[in-house]
């Protein structure tokens, strides 16, 4: 894989157990080598089997608002690509 975000492609199958189709094996190549990537997987990962669980788990208010605020100011301070400007 040359680049990170082509990580989204193959995460669904990667989860869902699919690792024997191309972009998973190539996934699986980038992790040995990408921390932040191994981060995403793993916490997706652990948010499913989260979700599998027989018991459905509320957060308290207070935890998610700042749960959601922190996501939001994640996502916002996140680089963003930047297209070539023509010479």
Do not use: I
């Amino acid at each position: 894989m040359s680049d990170c975000t082509d990580l989204l492609g193959a995460l669904g199958d990667y989860l869902d157990g699919d690792e024997q189709t191309t972009m998973c094996q190539e996934l699986k190549k980038h992790m040995a080598g990408c921390a932040k990537c191994r981060l995403v997987v793993d916490t997706a990962r652990r948010t499913v089997e989260l979700y599998r669980g027989e018991e459905l788990v509320e957060f308290p208010t207070d935890f998610r608002q700042r749960l959601h605020g922190n996501l939001k100011d994640a996502w916002m301070r996140r680089p963003r690509a930047t297209a070539s400007a023509p010479r």
